[in-house]
């Protein structure tokens, strides 16, 4: 089929020089986005790194480690930039002449040492960036006292799970100001040519000396690789280094000073970590040695593949110093002659951009959120390498060669060859994919890059991803653990958005369909292994939500039919037969595959609450409620009454058919539909309407798991604000069960589920996030969508109670936009100028150098709106600019009268490329 239309940019609106970088990197292959924020932020305690025998990939490479260690497959470092494969890195270093360390990268404890997880204990900000990071804008906070490595390890230790966690702020070491403002930026001249501009505040009382290393050093491809040539960096001048790579070519980096010049090799320091002989002379750490102890630690002859300029800046109190650096493909005379009008040039370009995509009724607080969030979904780029064939052969665990190792993790994918730029949660916490977040981001990408969006959902379906039984990777810790199924979703959303500003990518729609398809089957075929309609998953992203680890065997034997799970394949379905809908316009091949899908989601719909009371369905009619099953060994089954997110996932398991679509004209559909209602009545009864007289709005039909009885019930649950309504979004689990605990007693054990509206108070998965009451911002988005579905489909006559109890009715669109209003408002300054994500920390709120950047956390505290978990998770999160934009966009009229192209396209104001 021919799956194109239109590869130009529209020309109805004036292009924005940033845009005119995306679209001459999509259409002429300028390498625009070639160099960007590609470095980790932690690669040491990865799983990539790990070759420990018990596979405790913490302890194998620590961060102690890290400073003389060579790392295998990736590099890290503070506010760096790389080439697309990770072949010549820049990275900003610092020490402040008290630290024991050169502070070369992010500080944070490790899964076991905090009292909740892992956690990084600094303070940065992702402030600015474009898509092709023409311009980027990073902040550290660096102490100017020693910086607190051990009273955060120790305390932080000592704390039990029911306690705060200890931050560096509660160490002291800001008291009085005293620390640096490091802000670094990035302007890109050409493709091939960045500038760098460096600059420090003294934020203290008192006049302060800081060691300023900008450091450029090739990723270590040599070591592993015996006969591969070994780059270089040698000084060629007073302040200038020549990077030399046989792929990458030749590249400059000018230091404005002249500063010192010193050069190492990116070799372990094998004599410190291991007591071993160095095979070099000069090793990783030599800037380190240099700095706190050794000046013979770095090499006379100037030449390695390591290098540094060391700056000494002297700064006085409430002062700045500002050092200019210019890494490009060409040489200068004069690198720094068109330096500041460059940069001013490039940031007048990026508020171009996003005052273009920025809706203008936003206030100056809510375009802050705005353009921050987006700046750290693109800061949070990665370049990720693993080949886990090779990766496997040097565990001796490859299971194709045979092994005694057969405890190492990951042996079913060998096939697996990742090397891409990815989408990462959070550079320090999860410095690796996980497959559902990344279908996340991209909903918040797609405002600033289609092109990277779609690139990233397509990446998980290629085949050196996906098994070649369909599944498709979850994160490296357990590439066959499960995922949430919402990869169509995502899919069908940037496609639509797409389609209504001019631009209707059906190859890529074809591409992701094929495919979506291989891994649909794997769900079926693996996830429901009695045929019967109902889906397990294991913990489907929702970590510690259950009464038991839903990964693990269950402590009661038997096992569990789950109404997440269950709920995600109803969902999946709804979005693949959307896509064969729409295919089915180009090629009538899809008209069968369509009904398959429209077929599977009727039985699934039907397993949820048969006909009948069985006691085996998920669906509770007495408490009007959906919950997990547990099916005993003996045959017997019970739900598990716990009032959580697991039972409000169901409602968005819902799509709207306009009377327009295929389905309707369809004559082969309609026969294949007219045939299964004659066979199976009873199958339709409890489905949302699907008779021809219950037609909505303008003549759409609902295709939901809830109808509207379900409706009612479950949404008096949801905006109760005594459950699940908090005043900060959707709480993952039922504040009821604050003063009602779900317990179940298992030969005298108590298994029991509580509201936590902060951190868990257990270990499961890690005890680093939680899922028993916090506000999540993924699948708050993911009702949202629902709310308005079912908007466009029951109109304006159609209202509830919200909150619950208060006698206020609504609208579903008013709902959806009193939640959006919730939510938005965890981030913006409320009537006391505070931001309730930062809770009671004084300093974030009331400081004029902290207040106004903002952290995008993994979650959120149920009842305050208080920022938990990993603290730069803008990856899902991020997905707040989308909701800032979306109820800016119209009014309520407007989105019931679209269609839902238009709806899509109401959501977004990036004048993509056609």
Same mark, same amino acid.
């Given at each position: 089929?021919?799956?194109?239309?239109?590869?130009?940019?529209?020309? +109805?609106?004036?292009?924005?020089?940033?845009?005119?970088?995306?679209?001459?990197?999509?259409?002429?292959?300028?390498?625009?986005?070639?160099?960007?924020?590609?470095?980790?932020?932690?690669?040491?305690?990865?799983?990539?790194?790990?070759?420990?025998?018990?596979?405790?990939?913490?302890?194998?490479?620590?961060?102690?480690?890290?400073?003389?260690?060579?790392?295998?497959?990736?590099?890290?470092?503070?506010?760096?930039?790389?080439?697309?494969?990770?072949?010549?890195?820049?990275?900003?270093?610092?020490?402040?002449?008290?630290?024991?360390?050169?502070?070369?990268? $992010?500080?944070?404890?490790?899964?076991?040492?905090?009292?909740?997880?892992?956690?990084?204990?600094?303070?940065?900000?992702?402030?600015?960036?474009?898509?092709?990071?023409?311009?980027? *804008?990073?902040?550290?906070?660096?102490?100017?006292?020693?910086?607190?490595?051990?009273?955060?390890?120790? +305390?932080?230790?000592?704390?039990?799970?029911?306690?705060?966690?200890?931050?560096?702020?509660?160490?002291?070491?800001?008291?009085?100001?005293?620390?640096?403002?490091?802000?670094?930026?990035?302007?890109?001249?050409?493709?091939?040519?960045?500038?760098?501009?460096?600059?420090?505040?003294?934020?203290?009382?008192?006049?302060?000396?800081?060691?300023?290393?900008?450091?450029?050093?090739?990723?270590?491809?040599?070591?592993?690789?015996?006969?591969?040539?070994?780059?270089?960096?040698?000084?060629?001048?007073?302040?200038?280094?020549?990077? +030399?790579?046989?792929? $990458?070519?030749?590249?400059?980096?000018?230091?404005?000073?002249?500063?010192?010049?010193?050069?190492?090799?990116?070799?372990?320091?094998?004599?410190?970590? !291991?007591?071993?002989?160095?095979?070099?002379?000069?090793? *990783?750490?030599?800037?380190?040695?240099?700095?706190?102890?050794?000046?013979?630690?770095?090499?006379?002859?100037?030449?390695?593949?390591?290098?540094?300029?060391?700056?000494?800046?002297?700064?006085?109190?409430?002062?700045?110093?500002?050092?200019?650096?210019?890494?490009? *493909?060409?040489?200068?005379?004069?690198?720094?002659?068109?330096?500041?009008?460059?940069?001013?040039?490039?940031?007048?370009?990026?508020?171009?951009?996003?005052?273009?995509?920025?809706?203008?009724?936003?206030?100056?607080?809510?375009?802050?959120?705005?353009?921050?969030?987006?700046?750290?979904?693109? !800061?949070?780029?990665?370049?990720?390498?693993?080949?886990?064939?090779?990766?496997?052969?040097?565990?001796?665990?490859?299971?194709?060669?045979?092994?005694?190792?057969?405890?190492?993790?990951?042996?079913?994918?060998?096939?697996?060859?990742?090397?891409?730029?990815?989408?990462?949660?959070?550079?320090?916490?999860?410095?690796?994919?996980?497959?559902?977040?990344?279908?996340?981001?991209?909903?918040?990408?797609?405002?600033?890059?289609?092109?990277?969006?779609?690139?990233?959902?397509?990446?998980?379906?290629?085949?050196?991803?996906?098994?070649?039984?369909?599944?498709?990777?979850?994160?490296?810790?357990?590439?066959?653990?499960?995922?949430?199924?919402?990869?169509?979703?995502?899919?069908?959303?940037?496609?639509?958005?797409?389609?209504?500003?001019?631009?209707?990518?059906?190859?890529?729609?074809?591409?992701?369909?094929?495919?979506?398809?291989?891994?649909?089957?794997? !769900?079926?075929?693996?996830?429901?292994?009695?045929?019967?309609?109902?889906?397990?998953?294991?913990?489907?992203?929702?970590?510690?939500?259950?009464?038991?680890?839903?990964?693990?065997?269950?402590?009661?034997?038997?096992?569990?039919?789950?109404?997440?799970?269950?709920?995600?394949?109803?969902?999946?379905?709804?979005?693949?037969?959307?896509?064969?809908?729409?295919?089915?316009?180009?090629?009538?091949?899809?008209?069968?595959?369509?009904?398959?899908?429209?077929?599977?989601?009727?039985?699934?719909?039907?397993?949820?609450?048969?006909?009948?009371?069985?006691?085996?369905?998920?669906?509770?009619?007495?408490?009007?409620?959906?919950?997990?099953?547990?099916?005993?060994?003996?045959?017997?089954?019970?739900?598990?009454?716990?009032?959580?997110?697991?039972?409000?996932?169901?409602?968005?398991?819902?799509?709207?058919?306009?009377?327009?679509?295929?389905?309707?004209?369809?004559?082969?559909?309609?026969?294949?539909?007219?045939?299964?209602?004659?066979?199976?009545?009873?199958?339709?009864?409890?489905?949302?309407?699907?008779?021809?007289?219950?037609?909505?709005?303008?003549?759409?039909?609902?295709?939901?798991?809830?109808?509207?009885?379900?409706?009612?019930?479950?949404?008096?649950?949801?905006?109760?604000?005594?459950?699940?309504?908090?005043?900060?979004?959707?709480?993952?689990? +039922?504040?009821?069960?604050?003063?009602?605990?779900?317990?179940?007693?298992?030969?005298?054990?108590?298994?029991?589920?509580?509201?936590?509206?902060?951190?868990?108070?257990?270990?499961?998965?890690?005890?680093?996030?939680?899922?028993?009451?916090?506000?999540?911002?993924?699948?708050?988005?993911?009702?949202?969508?629902?709310?308005?579905?079912?908007?466009?489909?029951?109109?304006?006559?159609?209202?509830?109670?919200?909150?619950?109890?208060?006698?206020?009715?609504?609208?579903?669109?008013?709902?959806?936009?009193?939640?959006?209003?919730?939510?938005?408002?965890?981030?913006?300054?409320?009537?006391?100028?505070?931001?309730?994500?930062?809770?009671?920390?004084?300093?974030?709120?009331?400081?004029?150098?902290?207040?106004?950047?903002?952290?995008?956390?993994?979650?959120?505290?149920?009842?305050?709106?208080?920022?938990?978990?990993?603290?730069?998770?803008?990856?899902?999160?991020?997905?707040?600019?989308?909701?800032?934009?979306?109820?800016?966009?119209?009014?309520?009229?407007?989105?019931?009268?679209?269609? *839902?192209?238009?709806?899509?396209?109401?959501?977004?104001?990036?004048?993509?490329?056609?």
């Amino acid at each position: 089929m021919t799956a194109t239309v239109g590869k130009k940019t529209p020309v +109805s609106y004036i292009e924005t020089k940033e845009q005119r970088r995306l679209n001459e990197a999509r259409e002429t292959g300028i390498p625009w986005k070639k160099w960007g924020p590609y470095l980790s932020e932690r690669q040491w305690g990865t799983v990539r790194e790990d070759y420990s025998e018990d596979g405790n990939a913490w302890d194998y490479f620590s961060h102690d480690q890290s400073r003389s260690r060579a790392y295998r497959w990736g590099e890290d470092g503070l506010a760096g930039i790389s080439d697309d494969k990770q072949l010549l890195c820049f990275t900003v270093s610092l020490w402040n002449g008290k630290d024991p360390i050169l502070k070369e990268r $992010l500080f944070g404890l490790t899964n076991s040492e905090g009292n909740h997880g892992e956690d990084v204990k600094e303070y940065y900000f992702y402030l600015d960036s474009t898509p092709t990071h023409s311009y980027m *804008k990073y902040l550290y906070k660096y102490p100017q006292q020693e910086f607190p490595y051990r009273d955060l390890v120790e +305390s932080n230790r000592k704390r039990s799970r029911a306690e705060f966690e200890y931050e560096l702020l509660d160490t002291g070491v800001f008291d009085a100001d005293r620390y640096f403002d490091v802000f670094v930026e990035y302007a890109k001249a050409d493709p091939e040519d960045i500038l760098i501009r460096i600059t420090v505040h003294n934020r203290g009382p008192e006049k302060a000396e800081l060691h300023l290393l900008p450091t450029l050093w090739f990723r270590n491809t040599w070591s592993w690789n015996p006969g591969s040539e070994k780059p270089s960096l040698r000084q060629i001048a007073d302040a200038t280094v020549l990077a +030399s790579h046989a792929q $990458l070519g030749d590249r400059t980096l000018s230091c404005e000073g002249p500063p010192e010049l010193l050069f190492t090799e990116n070799e372990s320091n094998a004599a410190r970590l !291991w007591g071993q002989p160095n095979s070099s002379s000069y090793v *990783k750490d030599a800037f380190h040695e240099y700095l706190i102890s050794s000046r013979d630690a770095v090499n006379p002859d100037k030449t390695g593949t390591k290098a540094a300029a060391h700056y000494i800046l002297k700064i006085p109190a409430g002062g700045s110093q500002v050092v200019r650096l210019r890494l490009s *493909k060409q040489t200068s005379a004069d690198p720094f002659a068109d330096f500041d009008q460059t940069f001013s040039v490039r940031l007048s370009e990026a508020n171009e951009f996003y005052d273009r995509i920025t809706p203008a009724s936003l206030s100056e607080d809510e375009r802050r959120v705005h353009r921050q969030a987006l700046a750290g979904m693109l !800061w949070s780029k990665q370049y990720y390498y693993f080949d886990l064939d090779k990766w496997l052969e040097e565990h001796h665990a490859h299971p194709l060669i045979g092994t005694d190792h057969r405890n190492t993790r990951n042996t079913e994918w060998f096939h697996m060859l990742n090397s891409d730029i990815i989408s990462m949660p959070d550079k320090w916490e999860y410095p690796w994919y996980a497959a559902w977040d990344l279908a996340f981001h991209t909903i918040a990408l797609s405002l600033v890059d289609f092109d990277f969006a779609k690139e990233q959902l397509l990446l998980m379906l290629r085949n050196l991803y996906a098994h070649p039984n369909g599944q498709i990777p979850a994160y490296e810790w357990n590439f066959s653990d499960v995922n949430p199924p919402v990869h169509a979703w995502a899919t069908l959303f940037l496609y639509n958005i797409e389609k209504e500003l001019g631009r209707s990518d059906l190859r890529f729609l074809e591409r992701s369909f094929q495919g979506l398809m291989q891994n649909f089957n794997w !769900w079926v075929n693996r996830k429901d292994p009695a045929g019967k309609n109902v889906f397990a998953g294991g913990f489907l992203g929702l970590d510690n939500i259950g009464v038991f680890d839903r990964s693990a065997p269950l402590p009661t034997g038997g096992h569990l039919d789950q109404a997440d799970g269950t709920a995600w394949m109803a969902f999946y379905c709804q979005c693949m037969l959307e896509i064969a809908v729409i295919l089915t316009e180009y090629d009538s091949m899809y008209e069968d595959i369509a009904f398959r899908f429209l077929e599977h989601f009727l039985w699934i719909t039907y397993a949820m609450d048969r006909i009948g009371e069985h006691r085996d369905e998920m669906w509770d009619e007495k408490d009007g409620f959906f919950y997990d099953l547990l099916h005993f060994p003996n045959g017997d089954s019970m739900r598990l009454t716990v009032r959580s997110m697991v039972g409000l996932l169901p409602l968005c398991a819902s799509t709207v058919l306009e009377d327009t679509s295929i389905v309707a004209r369809s004559p082969r559909i309609r026969e294949l539909v007219e045939t299964f209602k004659k066979r199976h009545p009873d199958v339709l009864k409890h489905i949302a309407p699907a008779d021809e007289k219950f037609i909505g709005y303008g003549g759409r039909r609902l295709l939901s798991v809830c109808n509207r009885e379900k409706l009612v019930r479950i949404l008096a649950y949801m905006l109760d604000e005594r459950e699940f309504f908090g005043p900060y979004g959707i709480r993952s689990l +039922s504040k009821y069960h604050l003063e009602h605990p779900f317990v179940f007693n298992l030969n005298g054990h108590d298994f029991k589920v509580e509201y936590l509206p902060a951190e868990s108070n257990t270990g499961m998965f890690g005890g680093n996030s939680n899922w028993r009451g916090p506000v999540w911002m993924p699948v708050n988005g993911l009702i949202l969508r629902a709310l308005l579905n079912l908007y466009q489909f029951y109109g304006d006559d159609f209202k509830v109670e919200c909150p619950t109890g208060s006698g206020n009715y609504m609208t579903l669109y008013g709902v959806a936009k009193e939640l959006a209003r919730r939510l938005s408002s965890i981030f913006l300054r409320d009537a006391n100028g505070n931001r309730p994500v930062y809770g009671g920390t004084r300093k974030f709120q009331q400081d004029p150098h902290w207040k106004d950047y903002i952290l995008f956390y993994e979650y959120f505290h149920g009842d305050n709106g208080a920022g938990l978990g990993a603290s730069h998770q803008t990856g899902w999160t991020g997905i707040i600019a989308r909701a800032l934009d979306m109820f800016a966009r119209g009014t309520e009229a407007d989105w019931l009268k679209v269609s *839902k192209g238009d709806l899509a396209a109401r959501m977004t104001r990036q004048q993509v490329a056609g």
